[in-house]
T-cell receptor
Framework: NAGVTQTPKFQVLKTGQSMTLQCAQD?????MSWYRQDPGMGLRLIHY???????DQGEVPNGYNVSRSTTEDFPLRLLSAAPSQTSVYFC????????????FGSGTRLTVV | AQSVTQLGSHVSVSEGALVLLRCNYS??????LFWYVQYPNQGLQLLLK??????LVKGINGFEAEFKKSETSFHLTKPSAHMSDAAEYFC?????????????FGQGTILTVHP
């Protein structure tokens, strides 16, 4: 059981470049989400999905795009990277009811220069 | 709407002393409450959770938390701190039903443990 797997672990982008952060889970969780973590701000929800084909915006969605074609995968796309998107990104998943809490990936540290 | 306030961005204790990390929440529906711990350069690990039932919840590593509805609080405690408890701790609130497990996190509290 791998849990939640995020790739890459580290990435440096130039302003204006695009990239995709990968997230995969093998626990058959319906719910998946992307958070960004910035010092002193906790975790802020970017996008989430309640199942394949269903996504919705979170608190800070601008500049990011998601899709969910399978239960297992939930990639996060940066359309045109900006320095303000320098952050640590976490993917998390849970069963639909949420009573068990999230399982988190180990994170992707992104720097935009 | 949900929100979480963690009182104190940094807490420092001596090894063997009581650990108390404060969390207050607001929620328009009966909440689910969670505490997570994050060690440096790692993801978040679930410490404990309250959903329904007993209001005193025990978690891993000797931590526990008490849900107090009248005070809208869910403070995290540990009777005796250990050096290995040094980490950042996050309180989070969620709700059942149609919220589909969406969690709102507090800003985090960094716990330092001195020898």
């Amino acid at each position: 059981n791998a849990g939640v797997t995020q790739t890459p672990k580290f990435q440096v982008l130039k302003t204006g470049q695009s990239m995709t952060l990968q997230c995969a889970q093998d626990m058959n969780h319906e719910y998946m989400s992307w958070y960004r973590q910035d010092p002193g701000m906790g975790l802020r929800l970017i996008h989430y999905s309640v199942g394949a084909g269903i996504t919705d915006q979170g608190e800070v969605p601008n500049g990011y795009n998601v899709s969910r074609s399978t239960t297992e995968d939930f990639p996060l796309r940066l359309l045109s990277a900006a320095p303000s998107q320098t952050s640590v990104y976490f993917c998390a998943s849970s069963f639909r009811t949420g009573v068990y809490g999230y399982t988190f990936g180990s994170g992707t540290r992104l720097t935009v220069v | 709407a949900q929100s979480v306030t963690q009182l104190g961005s940094h807490v420092s204790v001596s090894e063997g002393a009581l650990v108390l990390l404060r969390c207050n929440y607001s929620s328009s529906v009966p909440p689910y409450l969670f505490w997570y711990v994050q060690y440096p350069n790692q993801g978040l690990q679930l410490l404990l959770k309250y959903t329904t039932g007993a209001t005193l919840v025990k978690g891993i590593n000797g931590f526990e938390a008490e849900f107090k509805k009248s005070e809208t609080s869910f403070h995290l405690t540990k009777p005796s701190a250990h050096m290995s408890d040094a980490a950042e701790y996050f309180c989070a609130v969620g709700a059942g039903g149609t919220s589909y497990g969406k969690l709102t996190f507090g800003q985090g509290t960094i716990l330092t443990v001195h020898p």
